[in-house]
T-cell receptor, first 116, second 114 residues
Framework: AQSVTQLDSHVSVSEGTPVLLRCNYS??????LFWYVQHPNKGLQLLLK??????LVKGINGFEAEFKKSETSFHLTKPSAHMSDAAEYFC??????????????FGQGTILTVHP | EAGVAQSPRYKIIEKRQSVAFWCNPI?????LYWYQQILGQGPKLLIQ????????DSQLPKDRFSAERLKGVDSTLKIQPAKLEDSAVYLC????????????FGPGTRLTVL
């Protein structure tokens, strides 16, 4: 079985300040982990993915995430928020084995608001 | 490279009516997925196709939902009859193969059932 918990439903930051979106996961097998972003009326876009290589993963638009197995976490960060980062972000887990092999399980989403 | 195409983008129907959604995946992608995204929630997988065969439809309400991918390319998802709780965004995604690979999502179809 696999599951994802996004710890904040809403995060609000000022432009130019750091962003932290928190995600914890549960997986019976070695997981692959993803962060997707969804802008209003747009499709989901992949920000970054972890697939058992380097634990610090760099993505598009200055985002990065660190896989911490001991904490079962995969938090998303960005040093300096931009107005265009305002969107909904989804943490996603995919198992590498078992009956749920390859199946994506999405978190509930975190809405990021960026204030000028 | 063209992305995943979906139509229509919006649909409003009354309960007990039927509705169909269409998806054209990225060329060459063998795996196609349909997700349901209810407002305020993350997407939930309804059905996964590998070419024209069903891999996983465990979450598909088969009494009212059906889906097909006859030639292993385009796919249609149908709801008959619709219920109020079917109001959601229906997302189609595709990937080169199954497994923990990146999935590419279409813009979705927003269904409102009155």
């Amino acid at each position: 079985a696999q599951s994802v918990t996004q710890l904040d439903s809403h995060v609000s930051v000022s432009e130019g300040t750091p962003v932290l979106l928190r995600c914890n996961y549960s997986s019976s097998y070695s997981p692959s982990l993803f962060w997707y972003v969804q802008h209003p009326n747009k499709g989901l876009q992949l920000l970054l993915k972890y697939t058992s290589a380097a634990t610090l993963v760099k993505g598009i638009n200055g985002f990065e995430a660190e896989f911490k197995k001991s904490e079962t976490s995969f938090h998303l960060t960005k040093p300096s928020a931009h107005m265009s980062d305002a969107a909904e972000y989804f943490c996603v887990v995919s198992q590498s084995g078992g009956t749920s092999y390859g199946k994506l399980t999405f978190g509930q989403g975190t809405i990021l608001t960026v204030h000028p | 490279e063209a992305g995943v195409a979906q139509s229509p983008r919006y649909k409003i129907i009354e309960k007990r009516q039927s509705v169909a959604f269409w998806c054209n995946p990225i060329s060459g992608h063998a795996t196609l997925y349909w997700y349901q995204q209810i407002l305020g929630q993350g997407p939930k997988l309804l059905i996964q196709f590998q070419n024209n065969g069903v891999v996983d439809d465990s979450q598909l309400p088969k009494d009212r939902f059906s889906a097909e991918r006859l030639k292993g390319v385009d796919s249609t998802l149908k709801i008959q009859p619709a219920k109020l709780e079917d109001s959601a965004v229906y997302l189609c995604a595709s990937s080169l193969a199954g497994g923990p690979n990146e999935q590419f999502f279409g813009p979705g179809t927003r269904l409102t059932v009155l």
